[in-house]
């Protein structure tokens, strides 16, 4: 049918990638509003139309069609605004994968309100910081034990929470709301406000906290066009269709949901597959991909990873015939492999918190394992070097955003909260930097390199971490590794490889020695290992994504205390 996407862009069907470059445009209105103009949408042309199927580890489920959604976010639209909130208010979300996120987010968007969307992972200290730092109204998490002691700590100190909500089993804090309760006692009409207080494009929709090498976590803001900037995200990478499910695999609380969860998939008309997990086991969300039986999917390298190196007989996934992957670098190893067990290849897209996906290996042409890909053509995206200039096939530089202005095109965000410095660093001269390096081939396929600040730097060399791990992955003791520069007094950095190893391998010496030649062999010898480190589980978020960070910032701390 094609009704919601047909009315932003002018074409929707292409014959080559140079069709896709010459005719894809995105339209947008005036007054774009996610909620109103799709979610309602769906539900006024087609009621019934499936849009999430929702499942958890005990192997529960549930369904829900557009008009569901229209009616429980127009309650939560109402809930909302009964305590107070309104256009611009602030209200975090940290309620995992269940149902009522997609309530509340929508609610939000039609109230005109700010979301921002947390991780259930956060700790006492991230959780002031972001009330603090955004003048968080109103708290609304998942009532589980362990997050609502940290809620419990947090409270007093967040200077302008108003009220906090709980959803899930009962509790006896006093002052605490039972959203699960009030939100479904309220009335399911919720009309669109008009004049002030409507949300306009140029209003805050979304904010997501995101964390760097140094200091504490930018405030990433989206405006109310952003979900328009993922119809290429949805339809032309993971190729979602409509009237079939989608499964990206990730936690309510980072970016990749705005990616993969809600935005560009219900324009399509697709429905969204969600697996509500505490924690990655490969067999539990085998047995949830089978329940859900999505027809497109979507996950970090890492969760493929696993999948390949456990056992994936006895498991029937010929329903999926589309999969990609993003979050972090693909592996060649992991494509090859996963393609002899499954059949299936694996479409790497690459993009940021602050982006729609910017570089995708599109269905218009062939997949090279371990390249991202040919650059979405809604962007002007270029290569840039030290001197400011675009680089020649072959030269690594800067992935830029180029010809934005102060104000970029649909799906780009507007800046850093509150910080106009930062900013203005990433973002000047109408070019977007996005502190990525990577480098083309002469037949425009696009290769990461790694993040600028997370280039080894070894005795004069530049060593981007992913090939290293690349290597790595080739070797049949690796399970999962992470690749990082680890603080040297002599050569100021050098390569570290932090190792999970396969079953039936153990650490030794001797298996040091054989990863650090097999690295030699498989890139430039300079290239390898100086430090190998064997762990049983590799730091990750919620989504499965490695935290390279933590491996980062554990390498300091200890370098930090011995020199005490």
């Known amino acids: 049918m094609d009704h919601i996407i047909s009315k932003y862009c002018p074409r929707i069907n292409f014959e080559s990638y140079e069709?896709?470059?010459?005719?894809f445009t995105i339209n947008t209105p005036e007054q774009f509003n996610f909620g109103y103009d799709v979610v309602d949408e769906w539900a006024r042309v087609e009621p019934d139309k499936l849009a999430l199927v929702w499942t958890n580890d005990e192997g529960d489920m549930k369904r829900y069609t557009f008009a569901d959604v229209k009616r429980h976010s127009d309650q939560a639209a109402n809930f909302f605004r009964s305590y107070g909130l309104g256009k611009g208010d602030v209200v975090m979300l940290i309620l995992r994968q269940r149902p009522e996120v997609w309530f509340a987010m929508v609610g939000l968007h039609k109230l005109g309100a700010v979301c921002i969307p947390a991780s259930f992972q956060l700790t006492p200290h991230d959780i002031v910081y972001r009330c603090n730092a955004a003048s968080v109204k109103m708290l609304v998490v998942v009532s589980e034990d362990g997050l609502l002691d940290y809620v419990r700590e947090s409270v007093p100190k967040c200077t302008t929470l108003k009220n906090v909500c709980t959803l899930?089993?009962?509790?006896?804090?006093?002052?605490?709301?039972?959203?699960?309760?009030?939100?479904?006692?309220?009335?399911?009409?919720?009309?669109?406000?008009?004049?002030?207080?409507?949300?306009?494009?140029?209003?805050?929709?979304?904010?997501?906290?995101?964390s760097g090498t140094t200091g504490m976590p930018k405030m990433v803001w989206h405006d109310f066009a952003f979900p328009l900037g993922h119809i290429a995200t949805a339809r032309y990478w993971q190729c979602v269709q409509e009237n079939k499910i989608h499964m990206t695999q990730t936690d309510?609380?980072?970016?990749?949901?705005?990616?993969?969860?809600?935005?560009?998939?219900?324009?399509?008309?697709?429905?969204?597959?969600?697996?509500?997990?505490?924690?990655?086991?490969?067999?539990?969300?085998?047995?949830?991909?089978?329940?859900?039986?999505?027809?497109?999917?979507?996950?970090?390298?890492?969760?493929?990873?696993?999948?390949?190196?456990?056992?994936?007989?006895?498991?029937?996934?010929?329903?999926?015939?589309?999969?990609?992957?993003?979050?972090?670098?693909?592996?060649?190893?992991?494509?090859?492999?996963?393609?002899?067990?499954?059949?299936?290849?694996?479409?790497?897209?690459?993009?940021?918190?602050?982006t729609p996906v910017l570089f995708a290996n599109f269905p218009f042409f062939d997949v090279r394992p371990g390249s991202m890909g040919k650059p979405n053509p809604y962007f002007d995206i270029q290569l840039i070097d030290a001197d400011g200039n675009p680089c020649e096939d072959g030269d690594e530089g800067v992935i830029c955003i180029c010809n934005v202005g102060d104000h970029g095109?649909?799906?780009?965000?507007?800046?850093?909260?509150?910080?106009?410095?930062?900013?203005?660093?990433?973002?000047?001269?109408?070019?977007?930097?996005?502190?990525?390096?990577?480098?083309?081939?002469?037949?425009?396929?696009?290769?990461?390199?790694?993040?600028?600040?997370?280039?080894?730097?070894?005795?004069?060399?530049?060593?981007?971490?992913?090939?290293?791990?690349?290597?790595?992955?080739?070797?049949?003791?690796?399970?999962?590794?992470?690749?990082?520069?680890?603080?040297?007094?002599?050569?100021?950095?050098?390569?570290k490889a932090t190792i999970v190893l396969t079953k039936g391998y153990q650490p030794s010496d001797e298996l040091v020695k054989e990863l650090q030649n097999h690295v030699k062999h498989a890139t430039a010898p300079y290239k390898y290992p100086r430090i190998v480190q064997f762990v049983d589980e590799l730091p990750k978020t919620s989504s499965g994504k490695i935290q390279r960070s933590v491996i980062r910032n554990a390498d300091v701390h200890y370098r930090h205390s011995g020199d005490k």
């Open 19 to 23: 069709d896709f470059c010459n005719g």
């Open 168 to 210: 899930g089993e009962p509790h006896t804090d006093e002052g605490f709301i039972d959203f699960g309760t009030e939100l479904y006692a309220q009335s399911d009409v919720f009309e669109r406000p008009t004049g002030d207080q409507a949300a306009t494009n140029d209003d805050m929709m979304l904010l997501y906290f995101s």
């Open 252 to 354: 309510s609380g980072w970016a990749k949901f705005a990616w993969g969860k809600i935005y560009g998939q219900w324009i399509c008309g697709a429905a969204i597959g969600a697996y509500d997990t505490m924690k990655f086991k490969s067999k539990d969300m085998l047995d949830a991909i089978i329940r859900i039986h999505p027809t497109t999917f979507c996950a970090p390298a890492t969760i493929y990873r696993v999948l390949i190196k456990d056992d994936l007989s006895g498991y029937d996934l010929s329903f999926i015939e589309h999969a990609s992957v993003a979050g972090e670098p693909l592996n060649p190893e992991v494509y090859n492999r996963f393609q002899e067990l499954t059949g299936l290849e694996l479409r790497e897209g690459f993009g940021q918190t602050e």
């Open 409 to 495: 095109p649909s799906g780009l965000f507007r800046g850093y909260y509150l910080d106009e410095e930062v900013t203005r660093k990433a973002w000047h001269d109408g070019r977007y930097s996005t502190g990525d390096m990577a480098w083309r081939d002469a037949d425009g396929y696009y290769w990461f390199v790694g993040r600028n600040d997370d280039v080894i730097k070894c005795s004069g060399y530049r060593i981007g971490p992913f090939e290293v791990e690349s290597a790595l992955m080739e070797h049949p003791s690796v399970l999962e590794c992470a690749v990082t520069a680890a603080p040297d007094p002599v050569r100021g950095q050098v390569v």
